[in-house]
């Protein structure tokens, strides 16, 4: 009978141990799925089940110096479908085709396809979004986007850029500074059955914050001025383009940076070549000319090589340097130093950087920083070329004296004229002052930097008193003479190189002229670039005039005069609004509009046309302004309109 018994008992061990085996197994298996595998699997499954689809973020604001927009972002409606949940597929094409003038073909496309959610149109306008919401279609939904607006298009347009359809920068401060002003988006969160059904959609609003905001060091008014004078020399010259640039000499601040012609960030596409939306203050180098004359003598005065006085025979206009010919303008013969600048003799130039030798030279080129970047903070910065020292011979050292045979862009140019103004002191250029975020706290700020001091004190006094010769009545920079004040500057005009044949054309040419004024205690220092003028081409014909209107209008609207002056140092008030043409600078008093009632856009539109600085709350119509209707305002004047 014992027997029996055993067997049993070694059936139910043996049943039990399969048992704790088999549930060992599948707890092992749980606790892999469920612990060591969760985070996989969900996503695994989210993928499966769930769609999210990002929406535009909002950017920071870009501000000028002082605290005046320049692009904004608003929140706007993008309308988008559920084609599945659609009742009447062509009803609803043909009515969305008439609200939102598409074409019911492509509308028709997006409504095919077998996505659960589709884009019918991102980004509309006010007037779209209400003809919309008025249709109450099922399966048509709403969400909040972000859309970038420039209040001013035509003011710095090519220093701060613009953005694509993503929000993402293109070009500009926008590219430049993407990462700080980006933002994060609204994600839109679809859940899908087994079938790939759409169950329903929802939104996280919580992961939605808006990018942080930039603080430039752009003056609006500086800059209206700027691209104003400048787009004008660039019309009646009928040149190819233009730059004129603005600094603060003591801080390196950039306070404009114009190019011409310009271009509308509001409406990119309709610009069919992206060479317009270059800003080629800092993307394009060129020679440089007889500008580059200034660091010539502050070399030649620090190294003790020459004085203002010394006297150099310029040859009567013909001077040969091994295999080539320098030539003047007029025949000169004898000049003194600094009859040399004031009359922008070559062969004089020549000259003089013979006396300094090729390595002294060299080395005061690459000090004022050409040949390298500047570190201005934009994007595409050039950094010109300056040969190798080893390639400078004699001919070589005749041509870059004068300002030929190297390259530069038009910040390092105005960077390294700064220094002159500036007492020797090379300072760093900049455009950002600060980065703040959404709460106010400053993240990052930039101030005045020293490179480091290139010319002594003594030779940055030297090289002012014979730059102002230039603009005097027989210099090549009278047209650059401001009553009343002391203008230091100098003339260039270089002919462009043959990209194609070598040599230099000879009906091209970059005019230019740059300066500082006061010329004893600089407040601006200025430059203006004229590619290919048509007729005259002589940079003081062309572009000392435009130094000329751009410092006066600047100056004054600074509180600088003259003297002894009787003028009051007011504000200077300009009209930065008009859409299709920059207008003369005026002082004028206007009456607060009537916005009650109105849409955003039309209160967008209308700020164009009246000089306002408009700061817009809410969205709807608008419920309440300060300051009220028909209250006075100057040009220039800050409104705030609230909108329910």
């Known amino acids: 009978m014992r027997e029996p018994i055993s067997w049993l008992r070694f059936r139910i061990i043996f049943i039990l141990l399969s048992f704790i085996l088999v549930f060992g197994a599948i707890f092992?298996?749980?606790?892999?799925?469920?612990?060591?595998?969760?985070?996989?699997?969900?996503?695994?499954?989210?993928?499966?089940?769930?769609?999210?689809?990002?929406?535009?973020?909002?950017?920071?604001?870009?501000?000028?110096?002082?605290?005046?927009?320049?692009?904004?972002?608003?929140?706007?409606?993008?309308?988008?479908?559920?084609?599945?949940?659609?009742?009447?597929?062509?009803?609803?094409?043909?009515?969305?085709?008439?609200?939102?003038?598409?074409?019911?073909?492509?509308?028709?496309?997006?409504?095919?396809?077998?996505?659960?959610?589709?884009?019918?149109?991102?980004q509309l306008d006010f007037s779209e979004a209400e003809r919309v919401k008025r249709l109450d279609m099922p399966g048509i939904g709403f969400v909040k986007e972000g859309k970038r607006f420039y209040p001013n298009p035509q003011i710095a347009s090519h220093l701060i850029g613009f953005v694509g359809i993503d929000a993402k920068g293109l070009e500009g401060i926008e590219l430049g500074?993407?990462?700080?002003?980006a933002g994060a988006s609204t994600r839109l969160i679809g859940e899908r059955d087994a079938l790939g059904n759409e169950?329903?959609?929802?939104?996280?609003?919580?992961e939605a914050y808006k990018g942080m905001n930039l603080v430039l060091t752009i003056d609006k008014t500086i800059q209206y001025i700027a691209e104003k004078e400048l787009l004008k020399a660039v019309s009646n010259t009928k040149a190819k383009g233009g730059v004129a640039i603005v600094m603060a000499p003591r801080t390196g601040e950039i306070l404009a940076i114009a190019n011409a012609p310009h271009f509308n960030p509001d409406d990119i596409l309709e610009y069919s070549s992206p060479g317009i939306w270059r800003n080629k203050a800092v993307t394009d180098a060129f020679e440089p000319g007889s500008t580059f004359k200034a660091f010539l003598i502050a070399a030649a005065f620090e190294e003790g090589v020459a004085k203002p006085s010394d006297l150099f025979f310029c040859e009567e206009g013909r001077f040969n340097v091994a295999d080539r010919t320098f030539h003047d303008v007029k025949k000169f013969g004898w000049l003194t130093l600094t009859q040399i600048v004031k009359y922008s003799s070559n062969i004089g130039a020549a000259k003089i950087g013979g006396r300094l030798e090729r390595e002294r030279l060299y080395r005061y080129v690459k000090d004022f920083g050409f040949g390298a970047k500047t570190g201005i903070g934009l994007p595409g910065e050039n950094a010109g070329s300056v040969p190798r020292l080893r390639e400078w011979s004699r001919v070589a050292l005749g041509n870059i004296s004068f300002g030929q045979g190297l390259s530069v862009t038009g910040v390092q140019l105005i960077t390294a004229f700064s220094a002159i103004a500036n007492n020797g002191y090379l300072m760093k250029p900049y455009v950002v002052?600060?980065?703040?975020?959404?709460?106010?706290?400053?993240?990052?700020?930039?101030?005045?930097?020293?490179?480091?001091?290139?010319?002594?004190?003594?030779?940055?006094?030297?090289?002012?008193?014979?730059?102002?010769?230039?603009?005097?009545?027989?210099?090549?920079?009278?047209?650059?003479?401001?009553d009343g004040f002391a203008v230091a500057g100098k003339t260039g005009t270089a002919q462009k190189p043959d990209l194609l044949q070598g040599g230099y054309t000879s009906d091209k040419y970059v005019s230019s002229f740059?300066?500082?004024?006061?010329?004893?205690?600089?407040?601006?220092?200025?430059?203006?670039?004229?590619?290919?003028?048509?007729?005259?081409?002589?940079?003081?014909?062309?572009?000392?005039?435009?130094?000329?209107?751009?410092?006066?209008?600047?100056?004054?609207?600074?509180?600088?005069?003259?003297?002894?002056?009787?003028?009051?140092?007011?504000?200077l008030f300009v009209n930065l609004t008009k859409e299709n043409s920059l207008e003369e600078i005026r002082e004028d008093l206007s009456s607060m509009?009537?916005?009650?009632?109105?849409?955003?856009?039309?209160?967008?539109?209308?700020?164009?046309?009246?000089?306002?600085?408009?700061?817009?709350?809410?969205?709807?119509?608008?419920?309440?302004?300060?300051?009220?209707?028909?209250e006075k305002i100057t040009q220039g004047a800050s409104a705030e309109v609230w909108f329910k």
């Open 28 to 122: 092992a298996r749980a606790f892999q799925l469920q612990v060591l595998e969760r985070d996989k699997l969900k996503s695994r499954a989210d993928r499966a089940h769930l769609k999210a689809i990002n929406t535009i973020p909002r950017r920071g604001t870009i501000y000028d110096r002082g605290m005046h927009e320049l692009a904004v972002s608003m929140e706007v409606d993008s309308v988008y479908a559920q084609p599945a949940k659609i009742d009447n597929i062509k009803k609803t094409t043909n009515l969305l085709s008439a609200a939102l003038s598409m074409d019911r073909r492509e509308i028709e496309a997006k409504f095919s396809s077998k996505k659960p959610f589709v884009w019918v149109k991102r």
């Open 177 to 181: 500074y993407d990462e700080y002003m």
């Open 199 to 206: 169950l329903f959609f929802v939104s996280e609003d919580g």
């Open 433 to 482: 002052k600060e980065i703040v975020n959404e709460k106010g706290d400053v993240i990052d700020e930039y101030r005045p930097s020293v490179v480091k001091r290139v010319i002594s004190e003594e030779t940055a006094k030297k090289v002012t008193n014979i730059l102002k010769e230039v603009t005097k009545s027989d210099g090549t920079g009278a047209k650059a003479a401001i």
């Open 514 to 571: 740059i300066g500082f004024a006061p010329a004893d205690n600089p407040e601006l220092v200025i430059l203006i670039i004229v590619d290919e003028p048509s007729g005259e081409f002589y940079g003081g014909a062309i572009a000392a005039p435009v130094f000329k209107d751009i410092a006066v209008q600047s100056l004054a609207y600074l509180g600088v005069f003259p003297k002894g002056s009787d003028e009051q140092a007011k504000p």
């Open 593 to 630: 509009p009537d916005f009650s009632g109105k849409t955003v856009r039309y209160v967008l539109r209308l700020a164009r046309e009246v000089p306002l600085e408009m700061k817009i709350m809410g969205s709807g119509k608008a419920v309440y302004q300060r300051p009220l209707p028909g």
